[in-house]
């Protein structure tokens, strides 16, 4: 079967006052089949959310991308012109972000904006777009849809939103759907609501998944793959219950550590242990050198990490890759 | 829990802070010009004690008016009504320079680090502005204190003369703190304070916190939608749903055994993947969101998305009842409906 989406070495730079080529990305791979989701996870920096916006063709004003090709079911998207573009965006594949206050237009109802998708691209009537509409917020589960159709984005609470967005993003059955952070927004109990929804929805469409998170913790449900990002290359990728159950990367290891999960029907111990932390912080663009990305903050780098260039993503069981010297003495 | 023996007053007083029936509510205007006008009841009727040394935590969804409960504390929104008992001296009327007195030793640490910092002026000045409005020190003092309080929370020296946007959003949680510590409180409110921060980040404050708070003997009302996060780092926690506490319990006892279904709910949206969570999720998960806190119906906040809601629950305001050792709940069938099986589950092949 061919992938849904292939992205082969994708590197993406960005022009700094000097003029200079910075890289944000660098070779990045990975693919997902129908029905399937890929989590990238990191912290804030190393460019998850580029590249996302990348895959749309969405990147902002001096970031270019400088090498690698995306195919999206066989279309090569980095030679797509812009009208093709913009007749793949919403259709073929399409976007859910972080804020859906700010994604969502506050001057036309939300039965517009997800009327807007279905007139656009396929050529609907106002009035069966309209019906349409009501149709994709009842299967986003928002009660009273025929009335909540005619409702302004500010009249809706931020799950309510969240889920109007899921149903545009969805409206035309896309191939793909990137979600970039879409629960941070939200309380837990609507945030597990949402993931259920998506999880269910795509169980009936069969869309393919890139869901772009920081809580590692959170995807290994709805995730099947798991890309970890560090300061903008893959450092660890492979299947989600792999790589929650034995992390290699001293990055992933980290990641899992540092996140106080609730533990509940054992008593909490009578002292608090200091968190699993990662010392310092992701390196900001521009101070990227050729070596290993994560070797300042690591606590296993040795003398061997600091002569050696960022070691290739090396296979260490069928399908789970890690970017690191010495993985196979940390995971022994 | 530990108290620090050292802090507490000759009177033998263990607590620190005592909130009293505390009601915060909003005019939210009227329907119609000639209507009665409507009130948002964000807080309405919150009572807890805080024991020195200890960290106090607050948990719920947005709306629940956790945070409207801290800023009340606080005397940054006003009260309708009730008492806060702040180191033996009700606040809550106090005004002018009592009120600045008794604000030295009651800080806070927001959640956006970014709007807390102003972006014109240096960091080590900000620090440094506690000291100079409370007049603490001389200025040879206020300045060594600034040195000390950056190196406490792990910033170097240099730091005090650079600006807000040279420092990232982890740095600059750390100089909300270091100004917070700056006039000496003996209780911080942390609202949200790690929640903004990436999960790398928001352990390397969380231990930061922990570290200050064993140095100090500091009390902390650590306000947060993350359970994971409460469970580890508080004491003593409330539950709060739609202005009310559903439950009050020790940390260990809550999670062990919790007695409220709105616990329940959220309890089983946090739980890790496994076979556990999606038991609990199955059962006990409400579904929609809360509704509008204006004007509230009367009974229990939780009966109109509660599994277990019977008539009287609707009609029926349910008080906070002790159901064991310092542990308070909400609920008027909290006796019928028992306990949850919370134990964790036999594993069947690899969890995700």
Request: aromatic share 6%; hydrophobic share 40%.
């Amino acid at each position: 079967m061919t992938p849904v989406l292939s992205v082969e070495n994708l590197s993406v730079s960005m022009t700094n006052r000097d003029g200079d080529l910075v890289p944000v990305l660098e070779n990045l791979s990975f693919n997902i089949d129908k029905g399937r989701t890929i989590a990238l996870v990191g912290e804030s920096g190393c460019g998850k959310s580029m590249t996302a916006l990348a895959i749309m063709r969405l990147l902002p004003e001096g970031f270019v991308i400088t090498g690698g090709r995306i195919v999206l079911d066989g279309e090569d998207l980095l030679a797509a012109r812009p009208k093709r573009m913009r007749a793949l965006r919403g259709d073929a594949m399409s976007m859910v972000f972080q804020e859906p206050m700010t994604a969502l237009n506050p001057l036309y109802t939300v039965g517009d904006q997800i009327a807007e998708v279905l007139y656009y691209h396929r050529r609907l009537s106002r009035k069966d777009a309209a019906e349409q509409a009501v149709q994709f917020l009842k299967a986003v589960q928002i009660p009273a849809a025929e009335q909540r159709a005619k409702a302004y984005p500010h009249q809706m609470s931020g799950g309510m939103r969240q889920r109007v967005m899921i149903a545009m993003a969805l409206a035309c059955r896309p191939k793909l759907l990137i979600a970039d952070e879409p629960t941070t927004a939200l309380d837990v109990t609507v945030q597990a609501q949402i993931f259920d929804l998506l999880a269910q929805l795509q169980d009936e469409t069969e869309t393919a998944i890139v869901l772009i998170t920081h809580d590692l913790g959170a995807v290994a449900e709805l995730a099947d793959e798991i890309a970890v990002l560090y300061a903008g290359r893959c450092i660890e990728t492979g299947p989600a219950h792999e790589i929650a159950a034995r992390p290699r990367h001293p990055y992933t290891r980290g990641l899992l550590g540092c996140v106080p999960h609730l533990a509940v029907g054992v008593a909490k111990p009578e002292v608090w242990t200091d968190l699993g932390e990662i010392p310092g912080m992701v390196p900001g663009l521009g101070n990227r050198g050729p070596d290993c990305a994560f070797l300042a903050r690591c606590a296993n780098a040795s003398e061997l990490c600091r002569s050696k260039p960022q070691p290739p993503l090396g296979h260490v069981e069928a399908g789970h890759a890690v970017s690191c010297w010495r993985a196979e003495e940390i995971a022994a | 829990m530990m108290i620090h023996e050292d802090l507490r007053p000759a009177d033998g007083d263990p607590y620190l802070l005592d909130v009293n029936d505390l009601v915060v509510h909003f005019r939210a205007g009227r329907k119609r010009l000639w209507d009665k006008p409507s009130f948002v009841h964000a807080v309405d009727g919150v009572s807890f004690r805080v024991k020195r040394g200890t960290t106090f935590g607050i948990v719920g969804e947005s709306g629940s008016g956790k945070s409207t409960t801290a800023q009340a504390i606080m005397r940054l929104v006003q009260a309708t009504s009730g008492q806060v008992v702040f180191r033996g001296e009700d606040i809550m009327p106090l005004t002018g320079e009592p009120l600045r007195k008794a604000r030295k030793h009651l800080q806070i640490v927001f959640q956006d680090p970014f709007s807390a910092l102003d972006p014109r002026r240096r960091a080590g000045d900000q620090i440094r502005e506690p000291l100079d409005l409370l007049e603490i020190g001389n200025r040879s003092e206020r300045d060594a204190r600034v040195r000390k309080l950056l190196a406490e929370v792990g910033l170097p020296p240099e730091a005090a003369d650079l600006f807000p946007h040279q420092f990232s959003g982890g740095q600059r949680q750390r100089l909300c703190i270091a100004r917070a510590l700056a006039p000496e409180p003996e209780l911080i409110v942390c609202d949200e304070a790690v929640s903004a921060l990436d999960v790398a980040i928001q352990a390397q404050i969380l231990n930061l916190l922990k570290k200050l708070q064993r140095e100090r003997g500091l009390t902390y009302i650590f306000i947060s939608h993350d359970l994971g996060v409460i469970q580890q780092f508080c004491d003593e926690i409330a539950v709060m749903y739609l202005g009310k506490i559903a439950e009050q319990a020790p940390a260990s006892a809550l999670f062990t055994a919790p007695r409220h279904p709105y616990t329940w709910s959220l309890v089983s949206a946090a739980v890790p993947p496994g076979p556990l969570r999606d038991e609990l999720k199955a059962k006990y998960l409400v579904k929609g969101e809360p509704p509008s806190p204006v004007d509230p119906p009367p009974g229990c906040r939780f009966a109109q998305r509660c599994p277990f809601a019977e008539a009287r629950c609707r009609e029926e305001l349910p008080f906070l009842d002790a159901t064991g050792h310092e542990h308070y709940v909400a609920c008027h069938r909290k006796d019928e409906i028992g306990v949850p099986d919370f134990t964790p589950r036999p594993v069947s092949g690899p969890i995700g």
